[in-house]
Structures are given as C-alpha cells and as structure tokens.
C-alpha cells in the first residue's frame, strides 16, 4: 500500500464522506443461538461479533467476588481479518484493548446484582478496517442488552483522529495508517467518557475540538444502537417472532 | 495483579482529607512527590535511568543492537518497550508473563516515546531493507509507591537521552548518542469523588476508580493519552487534566530533563 497524496480533496475524504461523517453502521441483534446475547456489528468494512454468557459461574473459583460480578471481556483477532495473515490469539496488543473496553463497558453494568458470578464479553473481529475497538465496544454494548444485564444505559464508540491537517470522524483504514492523529472515545448517552485513548499529535484546541466531534459521533451511533433492539424487542412483543 | 488491600477506615481518611482540599502526605492536589533521576547507573547498558518518585523506584535500561528492519519500514530503526510488575516490587506483583496492567503500562511509555517522534527513527538505519538499530527499552519496576507510569516514562527518556549507539562494538563506525528530537513526559492525575489529584500515591491510586495519563511534547502538543480503570469522566474533567498536564509536563522537562 502507498501513501495516496491527498486524504482530504476539497474538504471530501477519500471515500466520499465529509470529516464530521461516520461510516455506514449495520446492526444485527441476537445471531448466536448458544450465547445469552449476542450482536453482530458492521461499522464501514469492519466486521464484528459480541456474544455475552452470564450471569454464570466463575471459573476459576479464585477470580470471583462476593459482592459483585466480576466482568471478562475477550478481544480477539480473527487469523484471516487483516492484510497479512495475524498468527492465533492474544498478542499485547489484543490484551491492552481488551482490558481497555472492559473498562469502558464495567461502569453501565450493575455488577452488584450478580455476587459471586461472572459476565462473559467475547468479541471477534471477522474483518478489521480500522477502530475494531470500537466496533467491538458498540456490539459488547447491545450483546449485554439483549442478554438481559441490567444497565444504566448502553455505551456508543467512535474515534476522531486527524488526516492532513484536518481533524476527521471515524477513520478508515487509510486515514488510520497515514493520519496525523487517532484518539478513540466511548462514552454513555448523557456525556460520561468510560474510554479515552490517544496516539500521535494533537495541539489542546485540537484535542478539545475532537472530543466533540468524537461525542456527536456517538451519540448518533447510540441512536442506532437503540433502534437495533427496540426493532427485535417491539416485534418481540408483538408475537411476530415465535421461537 | 490482585488488588491491593485496604481497610475502609483508610479509605474513609483519604476520602475526607480530599474534601477538605488536602492528601495524606500534605502535597496540594497538583503537587509531584520529590522526585530523582540518576542516569547511566548501569554501565553494561548502552543507557540507563534510576528514578525515584515517591516511593516507587524504577531502574530502566536501554540495550541497543543490529538487528533486520520489519518489512514493511525498512529505513527505519526499531524500538520495543517492555515492562514487568516483578514479585520483587510488591506483595500483590505475581511472577509469570507480564499481565494486562503490565503491558498496558509497557505500551503507553512506548506509544509516548513513538507517536512524539521524539526518537529519529530513520536515523537509526545502517543499511535499508538489511541492518537496523534496534533499540529496547527496559523498565524494571522495584518498589511500587503508585503511579508507575509517570516514573516509568520519565526513566525511559532519560536512559534515551543518555544512550548511545554501540557503533563501535558492531564495527559500525563511530559510537553517536541516540538521535533525539523531542522530549516527551507522561503526567497521570486520577479522579477521587470528583477532586482531579496529579500523581497518586499507593493509596490515592487504590481508592481511585479511574487513572488518566496525557503524554504531552515539547511544543505543548499532545502525543498520547490513556483512560484506565471502570470510573468514567467527564468532559469538563478531561479537559482539565489535560490543561494542568501539559503545564506540569513543562515544568518536569525543564527541572529533570534539559538537554
């Protein structure tokens, strides 16, 4: 891959969007038959899965609380998701966002509910095209929902980073590679940051500037967040959908 | 890493000092534990930094080698950073492979070092596509006192503006020091009950539900930030961490690092 010369033409980004513009997000909620909830998550050409196990049993016993659940969250990279093929399992890398989204996510659980058991998060990336984290974030999210965890709300992912001066919505895989800057947020819908990560250089006007684009962009994916499940439940309730 | 322990009374002390404005050792909220580099304490590397903040002391070591370009850069030198809660700095540090509070550690001193640019990668070729300057850097944590990031960053760029390329020892010409642009500095505050503390003890750490660490430049610019723990902030919180860091950053480079 090269560097193409420009990532911004005329205030258009190389694949057609403004800079405040997020890529094209599809929801499907409930895929796996096995897991308590589950979502699968397209977010531009990233391609993820969440499913969710619990409340369940702790094993190992030793890692259990007895006065809250204790929440596990498995970021994984499929083999065949990127350019060159990754080798299997955890890598550093994997690990780190793992612990980060797990935090992102723990503040909207109410972990109290469940002593002594534990929420099971696992996300596979099928396909990776930049921000899988978030991706991943945004389908744990629903997954948890539609497992029936009780939460304070859902949480919405979405990065800004900066490509040729400019500070830009959500990159894609180019702008990521050859941008300037990438800063990806999470965050709840009243405004409450649960991730905050940032690589590159920003000036302090610029940091500011993002953080508010960062947020309108999840508070637009929240919306579609919602609409996904209320679309499953409300024909739930219905009695359209007998399984 | 479990948990450290602490008895609620403790936590009861350090949460109503905070209310009244004050910490347990008597530092204001934005105030750094002494703080004290010794650099090239370890003569068998190619650099290296001592540094004590507080209690928590840190020993990293720079070793440089010849080594292949990855494929994909192949004028530019490599850096790896790698980190190690041993059982030696703790009672709640477990031996065996470096776990996730580790490698986060290990990863946000390395992003900080990478992303500031402040190593001249492309300086550290010899011969594209085939020899490299490859460049590790080591921290060993021995005393954990709280807030290792900041420790753990300060130590890694004062071993690197003390190391020098072992040209000599690899028959490749004359040794240089490593080639340096910037000087980037971590600054980590941590949210208690909605007051914003720079640099947490031990203790100020364990109750904190949630870390910040901005990695600031030279230029004021930023070139690295990192959330960690379950509490979330809020914007105006994190604008004020990132206001304050910066400011302090300024102050640390020119007390302890000046080229």
Redesign the interface.
Known sequence: MVKPEKLIENGIRLDGRKPDEIRPIKIKVGVLNRADGSCYFEFGGNKVIAAVYGPREVHPRHQQKSTSAVVRYRYNMASFSVEERKRPGPD??S??V???SR?AL??VIFQEYFPRSAIDIFVEVLQADAGTRTAGINAASIALADAGIPMKSLVSACAVGKVDDTLVLDLNKDEDNYGQAD?PIA??PD??????????????DE??EG??MA?KGCLEIAQLQRTALMEKYSSLMEGEVNE | MSNEIMSELRKDYIYNLMIKGEREDGRKFDEYREITIDTNVIEKAEGSARVKLGDTHVVVGVKIQTGTPFPDTPDKGVIITNLELIPLASPVFESGP????A??L??VVD?GI???ESIDLSKLCITPGEKVWMVFIDVHVLDDGGNIMDAASLGAIAALMTAKLPAQKFGVGEDTPVPMRDVPVAVTAVEIGGAIMLDPSLDEQSISGTK?TVIS?QD????????????????EQ??YI??IS?EKAKELREKFLEI
């Open positions: 550093r890398r690990i780190e793992s612990k980060v935090e723990e503040p800063m965050m709840t405004g409450k940051i649960t991730l905050l990560q940032m690589d590159g250089h920003l000036t302090r940091f500011r953080l508010e947020k | 470096p776990r996730e509070d490698i986060e290990a990863r992003r990478r992303e500031s910040l430049n004021g610019g930023l070139s690295g930030m990192q959330k960690s723990g379950v509490s979330p902030l809020t914007t994190i604008n990132v206001d910066i």
